[in-house]
């Protein structure tokens, strides 16, 4: 799929769900609703930042705590650094599911 169509629907589905609490850590955008959307209640990987990945997750993992929500991480094509799903599953993060999103071109 084309880079900036898939940047556009990322950046149009991020502001459909837009939470009431929300704030950036070092390109990473932390989101906090009490709803069922993850999307809505997750981190988006959105830029690669400068602090290490690890670094961050101890960072995020606080907020959330304070927050009282788990942590999750929406990993998509687009999230950053680069393989960032795959550092995810060598700290021992599971997948928990997939979504799809369906565009008519």
Do not use: N
Request: charged share 20%; hydrophobic share 50%; no cysteine.
């Amino acid at each position: 799929m084309d880079q900036s169509l898939l940047a556009r629907i990322e950046d149009a589905s991020l502001h459909a769900s837009a939470p009431p609490e929300q704030r950036w850590l070092d390109g990473w955008l932390l989101r906090f609703s009490p709803g069922k959307a993850k999307r809505a209640r997750s981190i988006q990987a959105v830029a690669p930042g400068r602090l290490p990945i690890d670094t961050k997750l101890a960072l995020a993992a606080e907020v959330y705590r304070e927050a009282a929500l788990p942590m999750l991480v929406r990993v998509t094509p687009l999230s950053a650094p680069a393989g960032l799903d795959a550092h995810l599953a060598a700290l021992g993060w599971e997948a928990i599911e997939d979504t799809l999103v369906l565009v008519h071109t």
